[in-house]
């Protein structure tokens, strides 16, 4: 198959006109560039949202890490992730793919598969890309379109000294399911199977690694109260998304370790390795929940109205006014947990996470 | 110099406020995502244009052939040159790039002179991107967003039986300058230096292949006129182009050889190599000038008006009815040259092209 025959066998057929007409799409995949609209039935004005993500076989992945569809479906979903981090609607992608000859073509198509399924789990039109041949490893970019209420865009930049610190789900679970891929897949060059890591406890931290589910919805609730003064994903760890919002807004951010989400797997899966689950959560990244700052007075009822639409909200600590950083507090041992106070222990986190070029 | 630094280093102070907020940039890098509002002072509904270009070190470009400052004036100028190709304005970009460790720092540094020159060029605001280590070669994928105004994209599928075919400058130089390059640049790993081509008389072959020129403004006088009903930009080679003109619209491109535009230096060239110019005309590629169809009434008064502007515009054949396909017309040789019409010899071209699976 050639380029051209490839371009199709890839992307032919695989959305509904409807799903491209819905998101505006006037010209698709196959022409110069793509041109969209924006989308009928919206009330007030829009601006648009831009983001790119690129993912590279043997950084972010391997053949044992993720299959191809896993690939395809993560290789969006960072991009539809950070949309939602903006609290915007992911409207379009395009797909830039460098692809060695020695995958085989069935391969691409798998990969597709996963991104395909990703796109229509979001409702996002795929509309445009670019092919070219690698002479090493496969290179997947995708660039996401979406689009935000005019100035209502979430940046990292707003967080105010009083502000409650929040996640919206449990964190270091990508990087824990990596550690048991890494170690469970020396052998093979076929994705590790899924019943491998059921049998071994460990599905759900497989899937968060494989299958991440950006909180896209959880961001447009949050997104609509108003009371949210910054917004980033933690695609980078914790640690480091805490940073850049600190740093950002001129604040320090105080981290209570005991609010911090730990999924019982992951604690389990840390206790049988003999690791403490502290560095997944502070460092370990891509888990594409959403790391935030909302008003003090509106935590608790922001917390509540999730809750009510099934979504995780953890208040996870709060905004100090200082020199940008991040401390991590500590309730002391042997504070006697009496009704008094407990003593904390306070102490500064790196902004470590997984840097390219440490 | 880790990740965020490096990314500083390339980016900070790069581009003036005013270049940013003229293409509506409210956030530009350094956030999930970029938010951008429609440029003001625009008249009329406007839509979107969107397209990504890659280039990958050994396949498009290799230290020889190409300085750094190069590879990221040709990353963003394919991009505009689509954007170009659609009759739009660019106004947006974003930056993947995949960088070996191997790569010294100020290597990158370099690229982005280059992508900078080039945005400053076509007054592109650079507003995002992504950055992640590579194993082995660079990778760079740029995407572009533009704008036309609503409807009035030109895509390739509009052309029809008697509407006349129409270049916007020479085909084939980047194609022969390549061809020189790899010549010249075996021994070293330093790019081949720009004085060596003008000895050899090939710097204008060389200028091609490293700084193309997209066609934008050319682009934009046609757009205006309303009478272009088809148009894409030569990156695969005229053969390739034309084809995709004749497969979209259902027609066939009928070219004649002798008004194809060949420059002095490339037809020099050639015959110092004892060559056939047509193969680069037709094959060569990565020329991004423009290739489009235009009613017959509109041909002569369009190509005197780009006159007017400086800007040449060739007519070199006719859309005709029949199956998709591209022929070429030959003045066949002693057919006497009297006053009667010469003979023609027609042959079919093939839809070859550089294809990245071929």
């Given at each position: 198959?050639?380029?051209?025959?490839?371009?199709?066998?890839?992307?032919?057929?695989?959305?509904?006109?409807?799903r491209q007409r819905a998101q505006g799409v006037v010209i698709g995949i196959g022409d110069d560039a793509a041109v969209v609209e924006a989308p009928p039935g919206e009330s007030g004005a829009l601006q648009w949202l831009l983001a790119v993500d690129t993912m590279v076989e043997t950084v972010h992945f391997n053949s044992a890490t993720m299959s191809e569809a896993d690939v395809g479906w993560k290789a969006l979903a960072a991009n539809v992730s950070d949309l939602a981090a903006m609290?915007?609607?992911?409207?379009?992608?395009?797909?830039?793919?460098?692809?060695?000859?020695?995958?085989?073509?069935?391969?691409?198509?798998?990969?597709?598969?996963?991104?395909?399924?990703?796109?229509?789990?979001?409702?996002?039109?795929?509309?445009?890309?670019?092919?070219?041949?690698?002479?090493?490893?496969?290179?997947?970019?995708?660039?996401?379109?979406?689009?935000?209420?005019?100035?209502?865009?979430?940046?990292?930049?707003?967080?105010?000294?009083?502000?409650?610190?929040?996640?919206?789900?449990?964190?270091?679970?990508?990087?824990?399911?990596?550690?048991?891929?890494?170690?469970?897949?020396?052998?093979?060059?076929?994705?590790?199977?899924?019943?491998?890591?059921?049998?071994?406890?460990?599905?759900?931290?497989?899937?968060?690694?494989?299958?991440?589910?950006?909180?896209?919805?959880?961001?447009?609730?949050?997104?609509?109260?108003?009371?949210?003064?910054?917004?980033?994903?933690?695609?980078?760890?914790?640690?480091?998304?805490?940073?850049?919002?600190?740093?950002?807004?001129?604040?320090?951010?105080?981290?209570?370790?005991?609010?911090?989400?730990?999924?019982?797997?992951?604690?389990?899966?840390?206790?049988?390795?003999?690791?403490?689950?502290?560095?997944?959560?502070?460092?370990?990244?891509?888990?594409?929940?959403?790391?935030?700052?909302?008003?003090?007075?509106?935590?608790?009822?922001?917390?509540?109205?999730?809750?009510?639409?099934?979504?995780?909200?953890?208040?996870?600590?709060?905004?100090?006014?200082?020199?940008?950083?991040?401390?991590?507090?500590?309730?002391?041992?042997?504070?006697?947990?009496?009704?008094?106070?407990?003593?904390?222990?306070?102490?500064?986190?790196?902004?470590?996470?997984?840097?390219?070029?440490?």
């Amino acid at each position: 198959m050639d380029e051209f025959a490839s371009i199709r066998h890839w992307t032919d057929g695989r959305q509904a006109a409807e799903r491209q007409r819905a998101q505006g799409v006037v010209i698709g995949i196959g022409d110069d560039a793509a041109v969209v609209e924006a989308p009928p039935g919206e009330s007030g004005a829009l601006q648009w949202l831009l983001a790119v993500d690129t993912m590279v076989e043997t950084v972010h992945f391997n053949s044992a890490t993720m299959s191809e569809a896993d690939v395809g479906w993560k290789a969006l979903a960072a991009n539809v992730s950070d949309l939602a981090a903006m609290g915007g609607v992911p409207r379009h992608a395009l797909v830039s793919v460098s692809v060695p000859r020695s995958w085989e073509p069935a391969r691409m198509r798998r990969l597709y598969d996963g991104l395909y399924a990703c796109a229509e789990h979001y409702g996002v039109a795929v509309i445009g890309g670019d092919t070219t041949s690698s002479p090493a490893q496969l290179v997947v970019a995708v660039t996401a379109v979406g689009t935000v209420g005019a100035g209502k865009a979430i940046s990292r930049a707003g967080a105010k000294p009083g502000d409650i610190v929040f996640v919206t789900g449990p964190v270091g679970m990508s990087a824990a399911g990596l550690h048991w891929l890494l170690a469970a897949g020396q052998s093979g060059d076929e994705a590790v199977p899924l019943a491998a890591a059921q049998a071994a406890g460990t599905a759900s931290l497989v899937q968060a690694h494989r299958r991440p589910s950006p909180s896209v919805r959880a961001a447009q609730l949050l997104a609509a109260r108003g009371t949210v003064t910054s917004l980033n994903d933690v695609s980078d760890g914790l640690a480091s998304e805490a940073w850049e919002i600190a740093g950002a807004s001129s604040v320090k951010l105080a981290l209570r370790k005991s609010q911090l989400p730990v999924s019982g797997s992951l604690a389990a899966y840390a206790h049988s390795c003999g690791l403490d689950p502290l560095d997944w959560l502070l460092y370990g990244g891509e888990d594409y929940v959403l790391l935030g700052t909302i008003s003090a007075e509106d935590a608790a009822p922001a917390k509540s109205a999730m809750a009510a639409e099934g979504m995780p909200m953890y208040l996870i600590g709060s905004v100090e006014p200082g020199e940008p950083g991040v401390d991590l507090i500590r309730t002391a041992d042997g504070s006697g947990g009496g009704a008094g106070r407990p003593k904390e222990r306070r102490e500064p986190i790196r902004p470590k996470g997984y840097n390219h070029f440490a």
